[in-house]
Each structure stands twice: as structure tokens, then as C-alpha cells.
């Protein structure tokens, strides 16, 4: 467990080393922290953003923070990798990385009834798997956190030179 720790340790500390990659995780941060804030305000009729943040309770914002940070954080790391890819080995596992992320991410919305709906008429979901996913949205954030933090862990092995395929 020690050595776990401390590979994610080092290899979260690496990137961040670089005050253009503190800027790059901030600014994503934002970003994704403003969209998760926003998508539901553009998507529900009559919505404000005043109404949207008086809905959100401090666990709420805790979630929000967490989703946006992980793959903030996540993406940072990649970059990393990219940049320093003769250094470090192949990107093979990144794209794989980067696709499980974007997954991770899109199941995110699982927190959100309102960024949920439309996402999954998008993609021909009906409203059975709306209430499905709903109903259990605390398994998805949990399994998403797990995905994301073991995305985050496979990036620092590849940070560390632990992995090299």
C-alpha cells in the first residue's frame, strides 16, 4: 500500500513541479467545475444559475469538486507524458487512458439528473435507464472515483518509469 502512495505521490508531484502544468490543472479545473455548474442550467427550462447553486448542497459541491479535480488531474498527467515521451516510453496506454477518462467523465454526469437526461436521449438511452442510473448515481460516482484514481495511478507508474509498456 506504502509503495502505491508513494508512486501516485511522485507521480502527481512531477507535472506539478511546472508552474505551466499548475496553471494548465487550474484552469481545467474551472473549467469542468463551470460546465458541471452550467450544462444543467442550459438544459432545464426556466433554470437560472441563482436557482441552479441554491439547489447544490456542500456535499454536492464536494462531488463537483472531486469530479472536476480527478480528471483535471488526470489530463495533466497526460500532457505530462506526451511532452516528455522520449524520456519516459511509448503512448500507447495513454490513448487508452485518455478514452477510459472521457468515459469516466461522461458517466460523471450520473450526479446531475438534468445533465443526465439529455445525455442519454442523445445517445438513445430511454427513460427506464434514466431512473436506473439515478437511482444508484452514488455506485457510479464511487466507481467513477475508482476508475479515475486507477487511471491517475497507471499515469504516475508511467511518470515514475515503474511502466514501461
Do not use: H
Not at 436521449?121 to 436506473?132: D, L, R, Y
Amino acid at each position: 500500500m506504502r509503495r502505491i502512495l508513494n508512486t501516485l505521490w511522485f507521480g502527481i508531484r512531477e507535472p506539478l513541479k511546472r508552474p505551466n502544468y499548475i496553471l494548465l490543472f487550474f484552469g481545467l479545473f474551472l473549467v469542468m467545475f463551470i460546465l458541471f455548474v452550467l450544462i444543467p442550467v442550459w438544459a432545464v427550462p426556466g433554470n437560472t444559475l441563482a436557482i441552479q447553486l441554491d439547489i447544490f448542497t456542500s456535499r454536492d459541491y464536494l462531488v463537483l469538486i472531486l469530479l472536476s479535480s480527478l480528471p483535471s488531474l488526470f489530463i495533466v498527467m497526460q500532457t505530462y507524458v506526451m511532452r516528455e515521451i522520449k524520456r519516459i516510453g511509448s503512448a500507447s496506454t495513454a490513448i487508452g487512458g485518455g478514452l477510459g477518462a472521457l468515459f469516466a467523465g461522461i458517466a460523471g454526469t450520473a450526479f446531475c439528473a438534468s445533465c443526465l437526461a439529455p445525455l442519454f436521449a442523445f445517445f438513445g438511452i430511454g427513460f427506464g435507464g434514466v431512473v436506473f442510473v439515478l437511482s444508484y448515481r452514488w455506485y457510479f460516482i464511487v466507481i467513477i472515483t475508482l476508475l479515475m484514481l486507477i487511471a491517475i495511478y497507471l499515469t504516475a507508474r508511467k511518470i515514475n518509469k515503474i511502466c514501461t509498456c
